[in-house]
Each structure stands twice: as C-alpha cells, then as structure tokens.
C-alpha cells in the first residue's frame, strides 16, 4: 500500500491565487522530505528539499517566496505555490524515504496536477 | 545539469518482446536506481544497483552497471501490456540524500 500520500491529486485555480499541496509520510516519521515538478513528457526536476523544523533547502532557480514549504511534523510537508501563474501550471510531486540504510529507495506520492487559468 | 540521459526516449515493442532501456550519467555515484511511473501517477521503485555491483536481477528485470562508462541498462525480459509505463534512472550523485533523474524512457507494449 502507499507510504507516501499528497492532496489533492487535481486542482484548478486562477492566476493570482495560492494552492497548497500536502505530503504526509503513512506510519512512518520522515525527516526530510523532497518535492520534484515535472512537464509533461519529462524528467522530475527536483525543486526543494524540505527538512522537518528547519528551513528548506532549494535548488538553484527555484524561487523561496514563490513556493513555500513547511514541514512542521514529522509526517507532514506542505507546499504552497503562492501567486500561481498560469506557468506554474505543472505536476507536483512529493517523496520521502522510510527511515533506514543510507540510500534507501525514495516512496512518492501519487503527484498534484496544477492548472493555473 | 547534472541530470542524466536516458535512450531511447521512447520504445513500442509488443508483447511478449524484451525491452532495453539505457541509462548515462555524469557525477561519481553510490548507487542507481531505477523507476517506474504510469501516466499522472508517481514514481514506484524497481531496483537499485550499488556502484560496486555489476548486475543485478528481479523477476523479468535486469539491471547491468559500468561506472567506468557512467552508464546503466534496465532490460525488461517478456514485456506484458501491464509494463506500459515511463522508466527513469536516478543517481544520488555521492551524497547521502538527493537524487537526480533522468530525461527517461516512455516504453509501450502492444497487445
């Protein structure tokens, strides 16, 4: 079953608004949390590296104030896409990994789709 | 971009036929994995080789390493229409946590 769930998997909002995106972690505390954005077609590019009571760590490019992320408990990331812009429009998608071997496989959840009109 | 390349892009074999997907990267690694993602869905492991590995198998999959030539291959053995989906290698580029994808392959198996 999943280990990783994120809400909500579709979501349309207009030019101008913000969106939230949560990743929660099932029956598992995770620490550090990864969030990717993918174009149609394409790779995962990784966005930022959320980390449970400190700040995120962001990939270079990716704007903070643009999209911010919280990790406030052990189980649960947000992402909010603040001011989304019809370019914002992309699929969103969250990872973790269950606490263990170095290097462990990531578990992703099922991904959001954002349409920005 | 550190992000690696993956040929072919895309792949139509039918059922029944083996699938070769390979895999170059660029940065010194520990381990690569790979994974799997039906369309609008997230990314589901498959397998992970360490770099001090050569080959690695699981069920119908096979997966073969050269750190030499920064390269990996993801042979799919007997492919089923079940098996169509976007397969993406991944390295973690010698750090303990992040892991960079490849562009991917989007593999299609025909009745």
């Known amino acids: 079953g999943a280990v990783v769930s994120q809400h909500p998997s579709r979501v349309i909002c207009k030019s101008g608004t913000s969106v939230k995106i949560e990743c929660r972690s099932l029956d598992f505390q995770a620490t550090t949390m990864f969030w990717y954005r993918q174009f149609p077609k394409q790779s995962l590019m990784l966005m930022a590296t959320?980390?449970?009571?400190?700040?995120?760590?962001?990939e270079q490019g990716v704007e903070k104030d643009k999209f911010l992320i919280n990790h406030a408990s052990l189980t649960l990331s947000t992402l909010t896409v603040t001011s989304a812009h019809p370019e914002d429009s992309s699929f969103y998608i969250c990872?973790?990994?269950?606490?263990?071997?170095?290097?462990?496989?990531?578990?992703f959840g099922n991904g959001t789709r954002l349409t920005v009109t | 971009s550190q992000q690696g390349e993956e040929d072919p892009q895309a792949l139509s074999i039918q059922e029944g036929e083996n699938a070769t997907m390979n895999c170059s990267y660029k940065t010194s690694i520990n381990n690569l994995q790979w994974y799997r993602q039906n369309s609008g869905r997230g990314l589901v492991h498959l397998i992970l080789i360490r770099s001090n590995e050569r080959e690695k198998h699981s069920g119908r999959l096979r997966v073969t390493l050269d750190t030499s030539k920064k390269s990996s291959s993801l042979l799919i053995t007997a492919s089923r229409a079940a098996d169509t989906a976007s397969y993406f290698c991944?390295?973690?580029?010698?750090?303990?946590?992040?892991?960079?994808f490849g562009t991917g392959t989007r593999l299609q198996v025909t009745l």
């Open positions: 991944a390295t973690d580029g010698g750090t303990a946590s992040k892991l960079t």
């Open positions: 959320s980390n449970e009571g400190s700040k995120a760590t962001y």
């Open positions: 990872s973790a990994r269950i606490p263990g071997p170095k290097n462990s496989p990531l578990h």
